[in-house]
Nanobody, 120 residues
Framework: VQLQASGGGLVQAGGSLRLSCAAS???????MGWFRQAPGKEREFVAA????????YYADSVKGRFTISRDNAKNTVYLQMNSLKPEDTAVYYC???????????????WGQGTQVTVSS
């Protein structure tokens, strides 16, 4: 599966961005996840959604501010990020796989990443 992430950019604290991840195909058993990696830090889970069903998953640090959604007709997953904080600054990656929703090792295919920078 090939993934193309887009939508990153520079925004002031309190602002919003919407990331998109277009997949070349989708498998109903798979989940789609967003991760992020800040300089000098490990890659961390942000949010995930199954291609089939309503369930979504979020890291505690983004609950209430970020919303993950999907458009099955377009094989695209979105991450709407509101009330952004400087600590949200990172490269954001989308990924797909089966298994747990938050472990990077359970994701098989990764997009190229998109930079999100939040200024204070």
């Amino acid at each position: 599966v090939q993934l193309q992430a887009s939508g990153g950019g520079l925004v002031q604290a309190g602002g919003s961005l919407r990331l998109s991840c277009a997949a070349s195909t989708r498998f109903s058993r798979n989940k789609m996840g967003w991760f992020r990696q800040a300089p000098g830090k490990e890659r961390e889970f942000v949010a995930a959604i199954m291609w089939w069903g309503p369930t979504t998953y979020y890291a505690d640090s983004v609950k209430g501010r970020f919303t993950i959604s999907r458009d099955n007709a377009k094989n695209t997953v979105y991450l709407q990020m509101n009330s952004l904080k400087p600590e949200d600054t990172a490269v954001y990656y989308c990924a797909t796989g089966v298994g747990s929703v938050s472990r990077t090792g359970d994701y098989n295919d990764w997009g190229q990443g998109t930079q999100v920078t939040v200024s204070s």
